[in-house]
């Protein structure tokens, strides 16, 4: 990682400091990891001990087998200090450790030890099947304990009873949960710079940092997005990324845009960097248009943000001409809402009206951070095919279990209102509050689902 600060002093009363992040990209064939394909598995529940106290002098010593110890859980956490998703490329499966089993002597199994895979901010971690978003490792949601181990299993000496003094039936431990995850990157940023290549955006960083990003005149010099925090004098700033690459056909994959199109998703402002003196010959307002229609055609709720334009380059012209080039910008801009700022990244004309009007922007839309909902739950597993039991041990107890409650539970975040909405329809639509009534459960009585207790109410 390379982080480098800059103060630049544009005028007497306008101060710039802008810090920024380049995320890592490896050499040769090793392209910028922002996504990745991995296995993630907890840990399974030890079973329990079928064993009975034999020592001398001590008659009728019982049952004394042990539990087994629980799974250790898969949890993913936010380290700010990765950056990209590297590690992900050498290694794809992620297992948390198993329980013990129970011992003799009542001895309790060990718990399997949690597996804490780090990850960097912005992370979003989605079902590989459906491709539906389990969770956003952005903002507040620091730590998430994706998957829980299965619990221990009972030994034999929960099981004696006056009619059964010799139990030789221990419970086994829980299985484990396992699944293929999609990890996918999406910087935290308010603002993002779009624009085709060439237009000085790399020149638009350098003048305002002390980084010194590779400036040529082709395609493509800059290959990985740039992160950001732009401090203006009497604010508190704003955090910018530069989205390299986007070229026309970037939303089907043409260039490299495509690659960087899913990092400019959290933003809430655009900023377009064109070239409106057309040193290459490109048409600014053409340019523009056809970005929209990228960012449109990748996500059509992205090409709705606010929208700024830098129109870069200024300093070639002169005169007449570069009115007009700013006029031709305006004219065709600003009716639609969009202000044109002419500025040049060379000289800084225009920097200090362009950065305050981003920032007088982002203040008048929604403060909140933009963050991924949930969409996986277990509707979209197939459990309709595995079993469940439901039995009535005791007056006022009832115990639903079986590998389709034991899934469901594992993947149902029970702490959410939509988990437990999700969990409610479960048990209606599989039957199992009718089986409960036709068994006589009455208000009050516990319904028990592993290490879940209820009471039943109508």
């Known amino acids: 990682m ?53 020592e001398l002098y001590v008659p009728n010593g019982g049952p004394d087998g042990g539990d087994g110890g629980r799974g250790g859980n898969l949890i993913f956490e936010v380290d700010d200090g990765v950056n990209t998703l590297n590690e992900f490329r050498h290694v ?35 079902d590989s099947e459906t491709g539906k978003v389990i969770t956003d490792m952005s903002h507040d949601n620091r730590r998430e304990v994706l998957l829980r181990g299965g619990n221990g299993g009972k030994g034999n000496q929960h099981y004696a009873t006056p009619t059964m003094q010799v139990p030789k039936y221990a419970q086994p431990g829980q299985q484990y949960k396992e699944m293929y995850v999609t990890l996918e990157l999406k910087v935290i940023a308010d603002v993002g710079l779009v624009g085709f290549p060439n237009v000085g955006k790399s020149t638009f960083l350098s003048r305002v940092t002390n980084a010194k990003p590779k400036i040529a005149n082709y395609h493509f010099t800059t290959l990985n997005p740039n992160l950001g925090v732009v401090d203006l004098e009497g604010t508190d700033g704003f955090v910018i990324a530069d989205i390299p690459g986007l070229i026309e056909g970037a939303s089907e994959g043409i260039g490299l845009g495509h690659e960087f199109l899913k990092h400019i998703e959290r933003t809430k402002v655009i900023i377009h960097m064109v070239d409106a003196a057309s040193t290459e010959g490109r048409d600014s307002i053409d340019d523009i248009n056809k970005i929209n229609a990228e960012l449109y055609a990748y996500n059509e709720e992205l090409a709705s943000r606010p929208q700024v334009i830098g129109a870069n380059k200024l300093d070639v012209l ?7 080039a700013i006029k ?31 920032y007088e922007l982002l203040g008048t839309l929604d403060s909140a951070p933009i963050v991924f909902e949930r969409e996986f739950f277990p509707e979209q597993i197939d ?7 439901i039995e009535n041990p005791e007056e006022g107890v009832f115990t639903v279990e079986g590998p389709r409650i034991e899934r469901m539970l594992g993947y ?47």
Not at 422 to 433: G, S
Request: with cysteine; aromatic share 12%; hydrophobic share 30%.
């Open 383 to 389: 459990l309709s095919n595995e079993p469940y039991s």
């Open 328 to 358: 031709r910008l305006k004219d065709e801009f600003e009716p639609k809402g969009i202000k044109v700022f002419p500025i040049s990244a060379v000289t800084g004309e225009g920097l200090k009206d362009l950065l305050y009007h981003v």
């Open 412 to 458: 149902t975040n029970l702490d959410t209102e939509k988990g437990f909405d999700f969990f409610q329809r479960f048990l209606k639509e599989n039957n199992i509050i009718e089986e409960l009534e036709n068994m006589g459960i009455q208000e009050g009585d516990t319904v028990k689902m592993y290490n879940l207790h209820f009471d039943y109410y109508k």
């Open 92 to 126: 794809r499966k992620y297992c948390a450790g198993d329980g013990e089993n129970g011992g003799k002597k009542k001895c309790h199994g060990a718990d399997g030890e949690d597996l804490i895979i780090k990850v960097p901010a912005g992370t979003i971690i989605k």
């Open 318 to 324: 002169y005169g007449e001409e570069k009115e007009e």
């Open 2 to 54: 390379i982080s480098k600060y800059r103060a630049n002093h544009l005028d007497s009363n306008f101060y710039v400091r802008f810090h920024i992040v380049e995320l890592e990209r490896l050499q040769g064939d090793k392209m910028f990891a922002d996504s990745a394909k991995i296995y993630i598995r907890s840990g399974k529940g030890g079973d329990g001990h079928v064993s009975f106290r034999r």
